[in-house]
């Protein structure tokens, strides 16, 4: 592949042709990157990596970004980098506080804790379309962010939010961007007409796949306790819920939709 800005603008655009995330590889249909590189996303770097078949490395760097937010929190399985956008959503800020990470930027409308000070502070109004968690991941955007690290996402007494939540990865998939959202020893994130392939981290570790929107057509999974062949996922019945792994690497693919898909990760002290 040649290195030109047009290849490294495509794979900065494009998060799901390559890997991400822990230990996990997307392509998206019809990109045949096999024949001509190899695509690796490097941890911790938050670089991708195009190996050709023949020729030199090109390496295209990743912006991230880190939002915390006022969920229940797990452990953190990566701190932020420098050059990382490290923002809090209201009382994630005390998770920050917690974990001795100074956000960039802490905002929201502060209902759940005082405005910090010391920190620059956005605050937004309480009657508004976006909750806290959605304007951080919209300001992630506007600063040029590619995956998107969130922790604080879930748990607690507000059910609705977690889903709300999960529903934004959606948001971000949809924007070229990729989000992971961790949970207890669970990560979860979008997919959209394309494959995803993630390694086993434990033995009969749990693997599910829900339909994001009215339906899911042509979704495979493989090396999986309970495999689909061309399966249409639905809103309405959770087929996909509480698979485990068989194989070192389970594949999914959906032809037509979008899956919010989610698997265990080996025990994190926390």
């Keep these: 592949m040649p290195a030109s800005a047009e290849k490294a603008e495509f794979f900065r655009k494009n998060p799901g042709s390559a890997f991400g995330g822990a230990g996990v590889r997307l392509s998206a249909p019809g990109l045949s990157m096999g024949e001509n590189c190899d695509i690796i996303w490097g941890k911790p770097a938050g670089k991708f990596f195009a190996r050709p078949k023949s020729g030199e490395t090109e390496e295209v760097l990743m912006k991230r970004c880190f939002i915390f937010a006022a969920g229940s929190f797990y452990g953190l399985r990566e701190r932020p980098a420098p050059g990382d956008l490290v923002i809090a959503a209201d009382a994630g800020y005390l998770l920050c506080q917690k974990l001795a990470i100074t956000p960039d930027l802490v905002l929201g409308d502060f209902d759940s804790m005082a405005e910090p000070s010391g920190v620059a502070v956005h605050r937004s109004p309480v009657e508004k379309d976006d909750t806290d968690a959605m304007l951080a991941l919209k300001t992630g955007l506007e600063k040029g962010c590619d995956a998107f690290y969130l922790y604080g996402f879930t748990g607690g007494k507000r059910l609705d939010h977690t889903l709300a939540n999960l529903q934004s990865l959606l948001f971000l998939r949809r924007r070229g961007t990729r989000g992971w959202l961790y949970g207890d020893d669970f ?84």
């Design 187 to 270: 990560l979860w994130t979008a997919i959209e007409n394309e494959s995803l392939t993630v390694q086993k981290e434990v033995e009969w570790g749990l693997f599910s796949a829900f339909c994001l929107g009215d339906r899911a057509e042509g979704v495979d999974e493989t090396g999986l306790q309970y495999p689909l062949c061309n399966a249409v996922l639905t809103p309405e019945f959770p087929l996909g819920v509480s698979n485990h792994f068989l194989e070192q690497e389970a594949v999914i693919s959906v032809r037509r939709g979008a899956l919010l898909v989610g698997w265990e990760l080996a025990y994190h002290n926390s």
